[in-house]
């Protein structure tokens, strides 16, 4: 008999016992804090070669001269993220004096490489002047890559704006300044 009364005490007390760890803390929560701030990074790769156009003279009187070909040496390369507040960002470039006689014109291609994220579209072909003009719309919370294959390829190119304004011309340096913002 007494050993049943233990048995009996004891499986009350494990009963007792189980019914408390059931009815224990299941779950649990802790605040995680997080802070992201506002990023708007773009540069153009490869950054230490300069871009150079020069014309060739024709080889027989009364031909033009032959404009260069354009160049698609240059990536566009950027980082966004945006506030809630913010609209999409985009990319605008000028060049800092014009060329008399010619248009300096930028296309900005579909971003590629290894980018991701909301990442601009080209506007098309544009003539770069010395005011902001926008060469990619839609920027969003974006990263287009780093370096050469990644991002927008840039096809720069010279147009003939008025044959009779042209002049000789060595060594002219254009800048062409790139934007992103808001």
């Excluded at 540069?43 to 230490?48: G, Q, T």
């Excluded at 003279?57 to 260069?68: C, H, Q």
């Excluded at 994220?117 to 072909?125: A, D, E, I």
Aim: one cysteine or more; a positive charge.
């Amino acid at each position: 008999m007494i050993f049943s009364s233990i048995q009996y005490v004891l499986g009350v007390f494990l009963f007792f016992c189980s019914t408390m760890f059931l009815s224990a803390q299941t779950t649990g929560s802790r605040n995680i804090n997080v802070n992201l701030s506002e990023v708007a990074l773009l540069d153009v790769e490869p950054a230490m070669t300069a871009i150079s156009f020069n014309f060739l003279a024709p080889t027989e009187a009364g031909r033009p001269l032959t404009i260069p070909a354009v160049n698609t040496t240059k990536w566009l390369n950027y980082t966004s993220a945006i506030k809630t507040t913010t609209p999409a960002r985009s990319v605008s470039a000028q060049i800092d004096q014009t060329l008399s006689g010619l248009f300096i014109k930028l296309q900005a291609s579909a971003a590629s490489g290894s980018g991701g994220g909301t990442r601009g579209t080209p506007v098309g072909k544009v003539t770069l002047t010395t005011l902001p003009t926008t060469i990619i719309t839609g920027i969003g919370g974006a990263y287009t890559g780093n370096g050469i294959n990644n991002g927008h390829l840039l096809n720069i190119s010279l147009e003939m704006d008025d044959y009779k304004k042209l002049v000789q011309t060595t060594n002219k340096i254009i800048t062409v300044t790139y934007t992103i913002s808001n």
